[in-house]
């Protein structure tokens, strides 16, 4: 590789700021850089030729995120480093460190780790940015721990405080002080959820147009809904908008009638159905 690969700035960025933190993580140990995708690719390479320049045993294959196209004699026995260019919503990671886990124990691979330039989610062993100014939530009650933990618990709400100190590298203690600090924050709340795929088959979003009184009256009427899902006042020609789920179009018309279209101090209303939500994927309706 021509080293003004190296000279690129891009490639000085992620060097500049992990390598030396990856050169201690593989030490004296043989390890391999797996560039993932395609712009994990680019950084791939630029952090392989930084520490062959260091005389670090390091070899280097690509793969895609399910673990596809990998040239498995190359990680076997060694240490190895996930390398992309971002994490966004943290699916692709958890498929990607899901197949690694799989090939861990067959290749014999002595530790995994996972490097990024930009990481939004704090699943990243190294990162050279952490959260985006635009990042949608507030971040100053929460760090990059705190992210993992609420990442475990949101697939697996039953996790204990042992398994998930084994999977973030923190003692059971500091995890239970952690999730206990989050709950009393309100930052974290752990509940039962249904699955809605296995109740319903149909959704639709209703747009209705109304005076305020009447809203503030709809409004606490859909709360207690176990159909609803979504509720959120809006502005333009329609103030509220709710999103049901249903098991069949006949609930669905049911329940605009009965509470909806029965209302005389409704103008209008706006109606599209659709197929049930892909987002949220569970929900916690109000049961009686």
Same mark, same amino acid.
Not at 62 to 68: A, H, I, K, P, T
Not at 191 to 215: H, M, P, Q, R
Not at 228 to 233: A, T
């Given at each position: 590789?021509?080293?003004?690969?190296?000279?690129?700035?891009?490639?000085?960025?992620?060097?500049?700021?992990?390598?030396?933190?990856?050169?201690?993580?593989?030490?004296?140990?043989?390890?391999?850089?797996?560039?993932?995708?395609?712009?994990?690719?680019?950084?791939?390479?630029?952090?392989?030729?930084?520490?062959?320049?260091?005389?670090?045993?390091?070899?280097?294959?690509?793969?895609?995120?399910?673990?596809?196209?990998?040239?498995?004699?190359?990680?076997?026995?060694?240490?190895?480093?996930?390398?992309?260019?971002?994490?966004?919503?943290?699916?692709?990671?958890?498929?990607?460190?899901? *197949?690694?886990?799989?090939?861990?124990?067959?290749?014999?691979?002595?530790?995994?780790?996972?490097?990024?330039?930009?990481?939004?989610?704090?699943?990243?062993?190294?990162?050279?940015?952490?959260?985006?100014?635009?990042?949608?939530? *507030?971040?100053?009650?929460?760090?990059?721990?705190?992210?993992?933990?609420?990442?475990?618990?949101?697939?697996?709400?039953?996790?204990?405080?042992?398994?998930?100190?084994?999977?973030?590298?923190?003692?059971?203690?500091?995890?239970?002080?952690?999730?206990?600090?989050?709950?009393?924050?309100?930052?974290?709340?752990?509940?039962?959820?249904?699955?809605?795929?296995?109740?319903? *088959?149909? *959704?639709?979003?209703?747009?209705?147009?109304?005076?305020?009184?009447?809203?503030?009256?709809?409004?606490?009427?859909?709360?207690?809904?176990?159909?609803?899902?979504?509720?959120?006042?809006?502005?333009?020609?329609?103030?509220?908008?709710?999103?049901?789920?249903?098991?069949?179009?006949?609930?669905?018309?049911?329940?605009?009638?009965?509470?909806?279209?029965?209302?005389?101090?409704?103008?209008?209303?706006?109606?599209?159905?659709?197929?049930?939500?892909?987002?949220?994927?569970?929900?916690?309706?109000?049961?009686?």
């Amino acid at each position: 590789m021509n080293n003004n690969f190296l000279d690129l700035k891009p490639i000085q960025k992620f060097t500049g700021s992990l390598g030396n933190r990856i050169k201690n993580y593989f030490g004296k140990d043989a390890g391999c850089i797996i560039g993932l995708g395609d712009d994990g690719v680019f950084y791939a390479i630029g952090i392989y030729e930084w520490l062959k320049n260091k005389n670090v045993k390091i070899d280097i294959t690509f793969m895609d995120d399910n673990g596809l196209g990998i040239e498995e004699e190359k990680v076997i026995g060694k240490k190895v480093l996930i390398v992309d260019n971002d994490i966004i919503t943290g699916k692709s990671y958890k498929r990607v460190m899901e *197949s690694m886990r799989l090939k861990k124990e067959k290749l014999n691979i002595k530790d995994i780790k996972f490097a990024v330039l930009c990481d939004r989610t704090g699943l990243a062993d190294f990162a050279v940015e952490g959260y985006l100014a635009f990042a949608p939530w *507030s971040l100053k009650k929460i760090d990059g721990i705190d992210s993992k933990i609420i990442n475990i618990l949101s697939d697996d709400g039953r996790a204990s405080f042992v398994d998930i100190a084994k999977k973030i590298g923190l003692s059971s203690a500091g995890v239970k002080k952690r999730v206990e600090r989050l709950e009393n924050e309100n930052v974290l709340k752990i509940k039962g959820f249904l699955n809605i795929e296995e109740f319903y *088959s149909v *959704s639709a979003t209703i747009e209705i147009e109304t005076d305020s009184k009447t809203i503030s009256q709809l409004i606490e009427l859909f709360e207690k809904s176990p159909l609803v899902y979504h509720l959120i006042k809006t502005s333009g020609r329609y103030n509220l908008m709710v999103s049901i789920v249903a098991p069949n179009l006949d609930n669905i018309e049911n329940f605009i009638s009965q509470n909806i279209r029965s209302n005389p101090k409704i103008k209008n209303i706006e109606v599209t159905i659709g197929e049930i939500p892909i987002i949220p994927k569970v929900w916690n309706p109000p049961i009686s």
